[in-house]
């Protein structure tokens, strides 16, 4: 069965950087689509952006475009998430899910499998 655990979180403060790692297991990054999200308190769930065979790796937030960068890592079975130039409106949760599909998509609807996610925190 597909598992995903994220890592890598932690108290930042801004301008500094994070590396989050989504590491998966019961299924394969030659296939499925991995997304990552984030969610801060009291707000809705976003999407941040997807990597899948079809699709390659897709970016769906402007605030985010140019400091957060995905790739993959094969040799640890990973999807890593790099975030430079982090800013406090960047605090949240961040999720990895895969919809067991090679197809990205936005929607968190289209996620069936979750990781339970890790605390993102930028403050001086």
């Known amino acids: 069965q597909a598992q995903l655990v994220e890592s890598g979180g932690g108290l930042v403060q801004p301008g500094g950087s994070l590396k989050l790692s989504c590491t998966v297991s019961?299924?394969?990054?030659?296939?499925?689509?991995i997304g990552w999200f984030r969610q801060a308190p009291g707000k809705e769930r976003e999407a941040v952006s997807c990597?899948?065979?079809?699709?390659?790796?897709?970016s769906y937030l402007d605030s985010v475009k140019g400091r957060f960068t995905l790739s993959r890592d094969y040799a640890k079975n990973a999807v890593t998430l790099q975030i430079d130039s982090l800013k406090p409106e960047d605090t949240a949760v961040y999720f990895c899910a895969t919809d067991l599909s090679p197809m990205c998509t936005e929607y968190a609807s289209g996620f069936g499998v979750w990781g339970p996610g890790t605390q993102v925190t930028v403050s001086s």
């Open positions: 019961g299924l394969s990054l030659d296939f499925d689509a």
């Open positions: 990597f899948s065979p079809q699709d390659g790796i897709k």
